[in-house]
């Protein structure tokens, strides 16, 4: 398996508080990814990046920040966690050798806004 | 706006051959087609890629038709732990998630 930790795994919170999640790699891949997966939806991309301090929004970023400020770590912020918040959250990584799209993913991370 | 079509549900016994259809009629000459599964829980897992050309590795083989329309994955001897869902995706660059064909391997 490719080297993506997540943390926390799991996180109760409230709604208005503020949530960040951490993905942290040990492959040197360029790019890195958070996606978000709710029932009935395949997974859905927030947010990636392809370089330090380089990011952009995926498909539903709204709410949602990122920062990178090394190339091992992605961190998503929620800067006022709210119940439709409540999902699971994938950390991916790429290089893009091979050509194409192969992504790594993490574990994931289980949140709960109540 | 899913590019591709995929069955919701098969099933195959253990040990036989599993082929999961996938359908992308539109897609672009510089296009791969990417197969991903997701165990129960887990993170999606990379299985496979290719452009025209099919392809085999240690998990699965890729089939891809002529006109590129189509193409087929196989596990060519399914066990319990195949048991996921799987997705078929057609891109050059980001991977978009459908809701994938969700294989059940029974003994």
């Known amino acids: 398996d490719a080297g993506i930790t997540q943390s926390p795994r799991h996180k109760v919170t409230e709604t208005g508080t503020p949530v960040t999640l951490r993905c942290h790699q040990t492959?040197?891949?360029?790019?890195m990814y958070w996606y978000r997966q709710d029932p009935g939806h395949g997974l859905r991309l927030i947010h990636y990046?392809?370089?330090?301090?380089?990011?952009d929004k995926g498909e539903v970023s709204d709410g949602y920040s990122v920062s990178r400020s090394k190339t091992e770590d992605f961190l998503l912020t929620l800067e006022s966690a709210t119940s439709s918040q409540t999902s699971v959250y994938f950390c991916?990584?790429?290089?893009?050798?091979?050509?194409?799209?192969?992504?790594?993913f993490g574990p994931g991370t289980r949140l709960l806004v109540l | 706006d899913a590019k591709t079509t995929q069955p919701p549900s098969m099933d195959c016994a253990e040990g036989r051959a599993a082929n999961l259809p996938c359908n992308h009629s539109?897609?672009?000459?510089?296009?791969?087609v990417y197969w991903y599964r997701q165990i129960h829980s887990q993170g999606p897992q990379y299985i496979i890629h290719?452009?025209?050309n099919n392809e085999t590795n240690e998990m699965a083989s890729l089939i891809i038709t002529e006109d590129r329309k189509s193409s087929t994955l196989i596990l060519p001897h399914a066990t319990l732990r195949d048991t996921a869902v799987y997705y078929c995706?057609?891109?050059?660059?980001?991977?978009?998630f459908g809701t994938g064909t969700r294989l059940l391997v029974s003994p």
């Open positions: 991916a990584i790429s290089d893009l050798a091979g050509g194409g799209e192969t992504q790594y």
């Open positions: 492959e040197n891949h360029r790019y």
């Open positions: 990046s392809y370089g330090v301090k380089d990011t």
């Open positions: 539109t897609i672009s000459g510089n296009e791969y």
């Open positions: 290719g452009l025209k």
């Open positions: 995706i057609v891109t050059i660059q980001k991977l978009v």
